[in-house]
T-cell receptor, first 111, second 116 residues
Framework: DAKTTQPNSMESNEEEPVHLPCNHS???????IHWYRQLPSQGPEYVIH???SNVNNRMASLAIAEDRKSSTLILHRATLRDAAVYYC????????????FGTGTRLKVLA | DAGVIQSPRHEVTEMGQEVTLRCKPI?????LFWYRQTMMRGLELLIY????????DSGMPEDRFSAKMPNASFSTLKIQPSEPRDSAVYFC??????????????FGDGTRLSIL
């Protein structure tokens, strides 16, 4: 199974943009890139996903490198409620349908 | 709309007792997943079902663990007998559609299990 690598922790000031990186150098051609986040004492929450093109939704943007070996989750204006652990996950489109969660990036937002 | 509902939210029991965790997926979802989260091992997939049928149980740690899905709206994860190392937060998730549709998984708030 393809794996992802993320920094253990990051800090951001409130109302500033945050760029959360993820490396996935062994990604296969049909793996989707998913991002989830987990707030304290809650289950993971879907944020965004993409395959090749950059994606935007109401929560965030996903920028995918041209070679797909890395991606970046962009929170345009961080708020205190965005403090969470962010997971980058590869989801295969063949074989077994399962996520492999890494250790994620713990985002701290400073007021 | 109701999300994934798990019960109980907290469970404290003594070693050797049987533990049953319950999950009600989102109505209409055809995939159901059971995960376990610990500080040491992070979030791990234990088993998942498609249309009530277990598809992949390779993450189930040992024979003490069993999971069932008798119908589309209910699943259980049972541990018998329980051991202190089973202490963790157990999450249930559901999704709509196959891997080809790549639909997101929706997680419940989890059951925090403590085995004394």
């Amino acid at each position: 199974d393809a794996k992802t690598t993320q920094p253990n922790s990051m800090e951001s000031n409130e109302e500033e943009p945050v760029h959360l990186p993820c490396n996935h150098s062994t990604i296969s051609g049909t793996d989707y890139i998913h991002w989830y986040r987990q707030l304290p004492s809650q289950g993971p929450e879907y944020v965004i996903h993409g395959l090749t093109s950059n994606v935007n939704n109401r929560m965030a943007s996903l920028a995918i490198a041209e070679d797909r070996k890395s991606s970046t989750l962009i929170l345009h204006r961080a708020t205190l409620r965005d403090a969470a652990v962010y997971y980058c996950i590869l989801s295969p489109t063949s074989g077994t349908y399962k996520y492999i969660f890494g250790t994620g990036t713990r985002l701290k937002v400073l007021a | 709309d109701a999300g994934v509902i798990q019960s109980p939210r907290h469970e404290v029991t003594e070693m050797g007792q049987e533990v049953t965790l319950r999950c009600k997926p989102i109505s209409g979802h055809d995939y159901l997943f059971w995960y376990r989260q610990t500080m040491m091992r992070g979030l791990e997939l234990l088993i998942y079902f498609n249309n009530n049928v277990p598809i992949d149980d390779s993450g189930m740690p040992e024979d003490r663990f069993s999971a069932k899905m008798p119908n589309a709206s209910f699943s259980t994860l049972k541990i018998q007998p329980s051991e202190p190392r089973d202490s963790a937060v157990y999450f249930c998730a559901s999704s709509l559609g196959s891997v080809w549709n790549n639909q997101p998984q929706h997680f419940g708030d989890g059951t925090r299990l403590s085995i004394l």
